[in-house]
């Protein structure tokens, strides 16, 4: 397929970009859980039938502005991506791919309709929720939650599976709760086999850290 760009080259770019808009972020939503992301977009991508440069600048830039911390502003983000990559050359219909996979890649409490898919989203989607859970997914959570303020747990202060997009954005919810209002729901949300087969072992890992956790504040074992 003929290129105005080389791709390779602006996957460099953007790497670049990346890096430095995402310098001072929060640990969990940093240029590393990023690379993390793209690293396993592009292993569940070469089982899935997509174009691997839509993969790549869809993972390189989901989150570079992410919403939350954007007094809940969800067009920093595409737009900051599209004048991005318009300026590297890129063709139009790439430009708007990335920013039909950026706008709609992020949970928002998963009561929400997702009105666009592709199976470029559904990669790239995959691998982010790959890094919401194991181990990973519950060191993010725990920083995130640290970040904010919130308490570890307070078992008075029971799960809301019923939130709203706004109201999941402005919980004040203990960090516990994350695990049963998205981070134990993934499993069962993930879009293709290779990530299907990824998360398994991570939610079993959640279980048990759960079950050790609750074990642990009880003062057994
Ligand atoms: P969203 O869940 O809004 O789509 P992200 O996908 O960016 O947001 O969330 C990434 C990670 O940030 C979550 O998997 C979790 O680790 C952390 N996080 C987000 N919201 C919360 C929250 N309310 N409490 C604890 N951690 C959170
Ligand atoms: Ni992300």
């Known amino acids: ?32 859980h990023t690379l993390r992301v793209w690293n396993t977009a592009q292993r569940i991508a070469r089982t899935e039938n997509v174009d691997p440069f839509v993969i790549s600048l869809g ?11 954007h007094g809940g502003d969800e067009s920093v983000g595409p737009s900051l991506a599209s004048g991005f990559l318009r300026l590297e050359g890129v063709d139009e ?18 009561n929400e309709v997702q009105s666009f898919r ?22 993010r959570t725990f920083n995130y939650g640290g970040h904010m303020g919130r308490k570890l ?9 019923n939130m709203s997009k706004e109201a999941y954005r402005s919980s004040t919810a203990p960090t516990i709760n994350h695990f049963y209002e998205k981070l134990l729901l993934l499993k069962k949300r993930m879009n293709t086999k290779a990530g299907r087969a990824l998360a398994e072992g991570r ?12 074990r642990e504040w009880e003062g057994e074992s």
């Open 1 to 32: 397929m003929f290129d105005r760009v080389n791709r390779e080259t602006v996957i460099e770019n953007t790497v670049e970009f990346v890096k430095e808009t995402l310098q001072g972020a929060e640990g969990g939503h940093d240029w590393f």
């Open 59 to 69: 993972a390189l830039l989901h989150d570079i502005a992410d919403a939350k911390f």
């Open 93 to 110: 219909g790439v430009v708007e791919h990335v920013v039909q996979i950026i706008t709609h890649i992020s949970f928002k409490g998963g």
């Open 118 to 139: 592709s199976p470029e989203l559904d990669v790239v989607q995959d691998a982010d929720r790959l890094d919401a859970v194991g181990a990973i997914g519950i060191a």
């Open 153 to 161: 747990y307070d078992p008075d202060i029971k799960a809301n599976l």
């Open 203 to 214: 939610h079993q890992f959640m279980e048990e850290f759960l079950d050790r956790f609750y």
